[in-house]
Nanobody, 125 residues
Framework: QVQLVESGGGLVQVGGSLRLSCAAS????????MGWFRQAPGKEREFVAA????????YYADSVKTRFTIARDNAKNMVYLQMNSLKPEDTAVYYC??????????????????WGQGTQVTVSS
């Protein structure tokens, strides 16, 4: 079992920044790929970013590629999502997720085995 707890969401103005954190427990943290997803009201959950076990490889959705940065600290069992230049369309509940497998579908929700409860991000104009 893996437990994931997100934090850091909130209300921010357009152009502002937020840093989301996700604390993991239950299994050796370096044994799984980590991802961030988001879900806006009335929309499907979508991929935001992912990071490999070692942190050496990162992947981003095109919509956030130049604005968001994913990072992990395996010593602290933490994964982060730094979000800059936020836009109203970034408003959503953000989830971190853990993938224990070795497939290449890091952008697919069904590849992930464990999910956090989510944290709300609201970008106001």
């Amino acid at each position: 079992q893996v437990q994931l707890v997100e934090s850091g969401g909130g209300l921010v103005q357009v152009g502002g920044s937020l840093r989301l954190s996700c604390a993991a427990s239950g299994r050796p943290f370096s044994s799984y790929t980590m991802g961030w997803f988001r879900q806006a009201p009335g929309k499907e959950r979508e991929f935001v970013a992912a990071i490999s076990r070692s942190g050496g490889n990162t992947y981003y959705a095109d919509s956030v590629k130049t604005r968001f940065t994913i990072a992990r600290d395996n010593a602290k069992n933490m994964v982060y999502l730094q979000m800059n230049s936020l836009k109203p369309e970034d408003t959503a509940v953000y989830y971190c997720a853990a993938d224990l497998g070795y497939g290449s579908g890091y952008q697919l929700t069904y590849e992930y085995d464990y999910w956090g409860q989510g944290t709300q991000v609201t970008v106001s104009s």
